[in-house]
């Protein structure tokens, strides 16, 4: 498809398990990002790069949060050793170059229950 | 990032304009302002952005006042589909971070 795609889009965990979100980005997309959105909040960023490179990762809430984009494509965030309070949605977005216009594309989600 | 600030709701009839506020005292020259929307269980949505002179596409008019401290969204002919929560966000040109607030979120009523 066209748009920043996103997988699982729902995902139950037992507290304690380890997770793993992918996101696809728009094909040639630079930048990607990573916002977690607790339930009637905005988002919250989470954590940038910009092919490969991690340029950002001030908003990872804790050491169990980790995130890479190897090739500078695809990118995986991962959340070990889940608690609750993780519960949230995981939005991945892209954009095609650092700059002025440039307009985020936020895929639809990744909704993480830890029970 | 400079902050925003939004009224938490505000409801418009369809077909009428829906006249969004946001107050942004702290911004500085490079700063940029930028609306997004989010329709419910979807991603952020861009909508528009501007600097200092008043943009319009074909989804809706931004409207910065002249001392830059605050401006509006207009969409001017709201639709029940335009129901959602639109972020104000304020985001310096040469980083691509956005930084959401709470947001207003719109009702568009029959």
């Known amino acids: 498809g066209a748009g920043v795609s996103q997988s699982p889009r729902y995902k139950v965990a037992k507290r304690g398990q380890d997770v793993a979100l992918r996101c696809d980005p728009i094909s040639g997309h630079v930048s990607l990002f990573w916002y977690q959105q607790a339930l009637g909040q905005g988002p919250e960023f989470l954590t940038y790069?910009?092919?490969?490179?991690?340029?950002?990762k001030s908003g990872l809430p804790s050491d169990r949060f980790f995130a890479e984009r190897p090739e500078g494509s695809v990118s995986t965030l991962k959340i070990q050793r889940t608690q609750q309070e993780d519960s949230a949605v995981y939005l991945c977005?892209?954009?095609?170059?650092?700059?002025?216009?440039?307009?985020?594309?936020f895929g639809e989600g990744s909704r993480l229950t830890v029970l | 990032d400079a902050k925003t600030t939004q009224p938490p709701s505000m409801d418009c009839a369809e077909g009428r304009a829906a006249n969004l506020p946001c107050n942004h005292s702290?911004?500085?020259?490079?700063?940029?302002v930028y609306w997004y929307r989010q329709i419910h269980s979807q991603g952020p949505q861009y909508i528009i952005h501007g600097l200092k002179n008043n943009e319009t596409n074909e989804m809706a008019s931004l409207i910065i006042t002249e001392d830059r401290k605050s401006s509006t969204l207009i969409l001017p002919h709201a639709t029940l589909r335009d129901t959602a929560v639109y972020y104000c966000?304020?985001?310096?040109?040469?980083?691509?971070?956005?930084?959401f607030g709470t947001g207003t979120r719109l009702q568009v009523f029959p």
């Open positions: 977005a892209s954009s095609l170059d650092q700059g002025e216009a440039g307009e985020l594309f």
């Open positions: 790069f910009q092919n490969e490179a991690q340029l950002d």
């Open positions: 966000i304020v985001r310096a040109y040469n980083t691509d971070k956005l930084i």
């Open positions: 702290t911004i500085s020259g490079n700063e940029y």
